[in-house]
């Protein structure tokens, strides 16, 4: 389980010696680092045991652009992470980082559209349940 920037800061605030950081540097090289989205994404899928093309699918993003976002030939826009995410099942946590590797930012609650999209990730509703509750409140759809 990789650790959050909080939690890592906090063991550093607690190192007191040199002996301490050497350890400290050594366990941080074994946290997961992602350099893109489509390379965390990808993990992510096999570590969930997901089906590429059932996420695509779920996503209701065109198939090739889809696919070309997982190879890295093609930058996904925020909504196209969030409709990935959603169809993924992803945490909050895991959406914001997914978002945050794109370039994009987290999902904010005082917004209202983001405040719809944190509630619709957590409660695991579908692309199609979260774009229905989007028109709903008369905001932008992730299409």
Same mark, same amino acid.
């Given at each position: 389980?990789?650790?959050?920037?909080? *939690?890592?800061?906090?063991?550093?605030?607690?190192? %007191?010696?040199? =002996?301490? #950081? &050497?350890? $400290? +540097? =050594? &366990?941080?090289?074994? *946290?997961?680092? $992602?350099?893109? @989205?489509?390379?965390?994404?990808?993990?992510?899928? @096999?570590?969930?045991?997901?089906?590429? !093309?059932? @996420?695509? #699918? =779920?996503?209701?993003?065109? /198939?090739?652009?889809? $696919?070309?976002?997982?190879?890295?030939? /093609?930058?996904? %826009?925020?909504?196209?992470?969030?409709?990935?995410?959603?169809?993924?099942?992803? !945490?909050? =946590? *895991?959406?914001?980082?997914?978002?945050?590797?794109? %370039?994009?930012?987290?999902?904010? !609650?005082?917004?209202?559209?983001?405040?719809?999209?944190?509630?619709? +990730?957590?409660?695991?509703?579908?692309? #199609?349940?979260? &774009?229905?509750?989007?028109? *709903?409140?008369? @905001?932008?759809? #992730?299409?």
């Amino acid at each position: 389980m990789v650790k959050k920037t909080n *939690e890592l800061l906090k063991e550093l605030n607690q190192i %007191g010696n040199n =002996d301490l #950081l &050497n350890k $400290y +540097i =050594d &366990n941080l090289a074994k *946290e997961t680092t $992602y350099h893109d @989205v489509c390379d965390y994404l990808t993990d992510l899928i @096999v570590k969930k045991e997901l089906k590429k !093309s059932k @996420v695509i #699918l =779920d996503s209701c993003i065109d /198939r090739t652009y889809a $696919y070309q976002i997982f190879n890295s030939t /093609r930058k996904a %826009g925020r909504n196209k992470i969030i409709a990935l995410s959603l169809a993924m099942n992803l !945490s909050l =946590d *895991e959406t914001n980082k997914a978002l945050l590797l794109n %370039g994009d930012n987290i999902l904010y !609650s005082k917004n209202k559209r983001d405040a719809i999209l944190i509630y619709c +990730i957590n409660t695991n509703k579908s692309v #199609l349940k979260t &774009n229905f509750l989007l028109h *709903e409140k008369e @905001v932008e759809l #992730l299409e």
